[in-house]
């Protein structure tokens, strides 16, 4: 597997990946965060330390497109269904897909 390939992977799964230093530091669901997962952040650290520090920065998450980083700092928590990730509001409970848990988020309902 690819490094770009477990970036990819890494933003499917709602995980944050950062190089501070040359330690890497992740943050994600529990149930996405598995040995296996680790093992392969291991097996290409030296990589992804090269290519997450610079203009990113400490602090600076890469890894999930900007929408997702929103959802997740309003405290959306995301979830694999069927393929897609859809995301629970931290307000009503109820999952809502990426689109319109941006609206959700943006407007505080959901658009007509």
Do not use: C
């Not at 990589?47 to 997740?72: F, I, Q, S, T």
């Not at 629970?88 to 941006?102: C, D, E, H, R, V």
Request: charge should be negative; hydrophobic fraction near 35%.
């Amino acid at each position: 597997m690819s490094v770009w390939a477990l970036l990819e992977e890494l933003n499917h799964l709602g995980v944050e990946l950062q190089a501070v230093g040359d330690t890497l530091e992740y943050e994600g669901p529990e149930e996405a965060i598995t040995p296996e997962l680790l093992d392969r952040l291991r097996r290409h650290k030296t990589e992804l330390v090269r290519l997450l520090p610079g203009d990113h920065g400490p602090g600076r998450a890469v890894g999930l497109d900007p929408a997702v980083r929103e959802l997740r700092a309003a405290g959306w928590k995301p979830k694999e269904r069927s393929g897609k990730t859809i995301y629970q509001s931290p307000q009503s409970g109820f999952w809502y897909s990426q689109k319109i848990a941006l609206q959700v988020l943006e407007s505080g309902s959901v658009s007509s």
